[in-house]
């Protein structure tokens, strides 16, 4: 599996995603996190790791890093959401990620809160400290899947309007598992600054086919950035 992430910058589908934090308390985790993080390059953002434990691991990691950043006075409850494309083909690694969400809880931030949407798979189970609720919406998703082509750049999106909705949270974070990357290259500028705007860093669990190469591409930067 290849972990694709980033505090400024997500490569994704053979185009880019940008983040960087919006204007408000969380936006300075982000700033500090990407200095401790230390910048990446492009070549950089994608990872081996060899099982999702160490790409939860890894994210989490990350997050405690956003969250310590804070002013202890300030800090909110973190937030974490899983986005899954629940194919047949993904059902040993959602069992995977089940089975090593604990470590999510051990590594991440305190009081992070954990939540879970599938795809086009009507299931959302929003962000909460109980292991018991992610717990039974990944068992879900592997139970029944949901297969065909699918546009993930739109259900990044509608994941992103979710996390937008949480309010009074602190530093929030994304995590896209997905077994080919989906058929449809969608508005990637529209995508990014739906990530942009609900304040949150982006990342993605894939095989190794749906990052081939895409760092070479091109997209329309914000005018801000």
């Not at 973190?78 to 470590?103: F, G, H, M, W, Y």
């Not at 993605?204 to 997209?219: P, S």
């Amino acid at each position: 599996m290849h972990l694709a992430t980033s505090l400024r910058r997500a490569l994704f589908l053979g185009l880019a995603l940008v983040l960087l934090g919006t204007p408000g308390e969380s936006t300075r985790g982000l700033v500090y996190a990407e200095e401790s993080a230390q910048a990446r390059t492009p070549a950089e953002i994608f990872e081996r790791k060899p099982t999702i434990e160490e790409c939860v691991v890894y994210v989490a990691k990350d997050l405690r890093t956003r969250y310590l950043a804070i002013p202890e006075a300030k800090r909110k409850p973190p937030v974490l959401l899983l986005v899954i494309d629940p194919t047949s083909s993904l059902r040993n690694e959602i069992e995977a990620l089940r089975k090593c969400l604990q470590l999510a809880w051990v590594e991440g931030p305190r009081g992070l809160r954990i939540g879970v949407y599938g795809i086009d798979a009507e299931e959302y189970a929003r962000p909460d400290r109980l292991p018991r609720k992610a717990d039974g919406s990944l068992s879900a998703l592997a139970v029944l899947p949901a297969d065909g082509a699918k546009n993930l750049h739109a259900g990044i999106r509608d994941a992103a309007d979710l996390l937008a909705d949480e309010k009074k949270t602190g530093p929030k974070a994304m995590l896209l598992i997905t077994q080919e990357g989906g058929e449809a290259v969608d508005d990637v500028e529209k995508t990014r600054d739906a990530l942009f705007d609900a304040d949150c860093a982006f990342y993605c669990i894939a095989g190794e086919a749906a990052f081939e190469r895409c760092w070479q591409q091109t997209f329309q930067p914000r005018a801000e950035l």
